[in-house]
């Protein structure tokens, strides 16, 4: 499995507090059955800021580290982006990083709110040729309470990235329910761990994608997983509703079911 979205580069953020504790969330990482993981710290969010460079160091560090205690992860390089006034301008600044060197970018939006700017600057990226990709849009107070402010972006071209502790109900059946409703609108294309550490905030992919298969299909399973390859590979995702490809699937097996 791909992982777009998680914290264990040490050194820069509430991620990883060190290199051992990087190193053991990469054995978990590997245990979850995830190959390579994107490593996007935190940017701009009013407590941390890590540009480009820093990041890119760092990750070529820890692939070192990784490979001499005989750990196979792959570590790309990313950065989860706050929206602030000056993204579009560090960006070409050569401030950001997109995810793995691709056009997708990682954006997040404050907890309680869509900001102002948000189409806006949306907008702007994909003029440029960038595909924004929002982190956890099911975590945002506006967006659980009308999610059509999210949808709109995602008419516009930006594609939601559903966290997968909120999948699995660790974080509440109400966000559990809010993610499921979200892959139902086809809002959401992409499942990532976020993950922080071992213990509060673990990978946990493969449990998230069991919660999909059991209550939305295996074909909705493989459309989430297969994006997060288009991402790294700077391929174009699918968009496809492949909800209504597997309710067409349900109806035509429920009418051979009856004929037989
Ligand atoms: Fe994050």
Redesign the pocket.
């Given at each position: 499995m791909i992982d777009i979205?998680s914290?264990i580069l040490p050194f820069m953020d509430d991620g990883a507090a060190d290199w051992d504790a990087a190193l053991t969330m990469a054995q978990a990482a590997g245990k979850d059955g995830i190959s390579t993981v994107v490593a996007?710290p935190?940017h701009a969010n009013g407590v941390y800021l890590n540009p480009a460079p820093n990041i890119g160091q760092a990750v070529e560090q820890l692939n070192q580290r990784l490979r001499q205690a005989g750990v196979m992860l792959q570590v790309l390089p990313g950065q989860?982006i706050r929206i602030y006034s000056d993204l579009l301008n560090d960006l070409e600044q050569g401030q950001l990083l997109t995810l793995a060197g691709s056009r997708y970018i990682l954006l997040e939006m404050p907890s309680s709110r869509v900001p102002r700017t948000m189409e806006e600057t949306c907008h702007e990226l994909l003029i440029q040729g960038f595909v924004p990709v929002i982190?956890h849009p099911e975590r945002n107070a506006e967006v659980a309470a009308d999610p059509s402010k999210l949808t709109r972006l995602i008419e516009l071209g930006a594609l939601g990235q559903l966290t997968a502790q909120s999948l699995a109900g660790t974080f509440g059946s109400k966000l559990q329910k809010l993610s499921l409703d979200l892959c139902r609108r086809n809002a959401v294309h992409v499942i990532a761990s976020?993950a922080h550490d071992n213990q509060h905030r673990p990978f946990g992919l493969s449990e998230a994608y069991g919660v999909l298969t059991k209550e939305l299909g295996a074909t909705a399973t493989d459309f989430f997983r297969q994006n997060a390859l288009k991402i790294i590979g700077n391929e174009d995702i699918i968009r496809a509703d492949y909800l209504q490809s597997h309710t067409k699937l349900h109806r035509l097996f429920g009418f051979f079911s009856r004929k037989g």
């Open positions: 979205h914290h996007t935190h989860e982190a976020d």
